[in-house]
T-cell receptor
Framework: GDSVTQMEGPVTLSEEAFLTINCTYT??????LFWYVQYPGEGLQLLLK?????DKGSNKGFEATYRKETTSFHLEKGSVQVSDSAVYFC?????????????FGTGTRLQVTL | KAGVTQTPRYLIKTRGQQVTLSCSPI?????VSWYQQTPGQGLQFLFE???????NKGNFPGRFSGRQFSNSRSEMNVSTLELGDSALYLC?????????????FGPGTRLLVL
């Protein structure tokens, strides 16, 4: 079935370091891909999305490119801040359906220290 | 525009009881989805409602049910609570005007079953 695989966390970085969180997916079609972020005690916030191959989503300095050939959607940021500490979820919508049925990865916790 | 709101934010119940959670979507959004988040299973899709009809359903027992009202507000109900139902329940809404419509999440209701 459709699935999303994320790198295990926690990822611990110093402020201003470069961030990569790997995400790969398995799907029977061409899904839309999303990154959501969850801060402690809160719900999920959409960080960025991409709806077709080679699309690049970007927001708040974060970027991810939809790579159909490697079925990947890795999240990157050039310089992380302490305020970026959170759990990051990669997700896809089921192809051929609606965006209402998201399949999530297990989440990657990011800790940024001074 | 106000975001997705969920009530109550926290709830404590005992085994065997039932519980009803409420979700008010973003104004104009007609699709409401529910997810369960636990440390062990991660984020799992429960069901989705659109125009008062359940359109998608995840792999949860019949103890989990929901409904949607004409104003798009939604409720989910869990009957005969079990310890394993302790989780963060997240509601998300979307416009549903395109296949890749984005879901916006509320802050969640944290349920503890004792």
């Amino acid at each position: 079935g459709d699935s999303v695989t994320q790198m295990e966390g926690p990822v611990t970085l110093s402020e201003e370091a470069f961030l990569t969180i790997n995400c790969t997916y398995t799907a029977t079609g061409y899904p839309s891909l999303f990154w959501y972020v969850q801060y402690p005690g809160e719900g999920l916030q959409l960080l960025l999305k991409a709806t077709k191959a080679d699309d690049k989503g970007s927001n708040k300095g974060f970027e991810a490119t939809y790579r159909k050939e490697t079925t990947s959607f890795h999240l990157e940021k050039g310089s992380v801040q302490v305020s970026d500490s959170a759990v990051y979820f990669c997700a896809l919508n089921l192809p051929g359906g609606t965006a209402s049925k998201l399949t999530f990865g297990t989440g990657t916790r990011l800790q940024v220290t001074l | 525009k106000a975001g997705v709101t969920q009530t109550p934010r926290y709830l404590i119940k005992t085994r065997g009881q039932q519980v009803t959670l409420s979700c008010s979507p973003i104004s104009g959004h007609r699709s409401v989805s529910w997810y369960q988040q636990t440390p062990g299973q991660g984020l799992q899709f429960l069901f989705e409602y659109f125009s008062e009809t359940q359109r998608n359903k995840g792999n949860f027992p019949g103890r989990f049910s929901g409904r949607q009202f004409s104003n798009s507000r939604s409720e989910m109900n869990v009957s005969t609570l079990e310890l394993g139902d302790s989780a963060l329940y997240l509601c998300a809404s979307s416009l549903y005007q395109a296949k890749e419509e984005t879901q916006y999440f509320g802050p969640g209701t944290r349920l503890l079953v004792l």
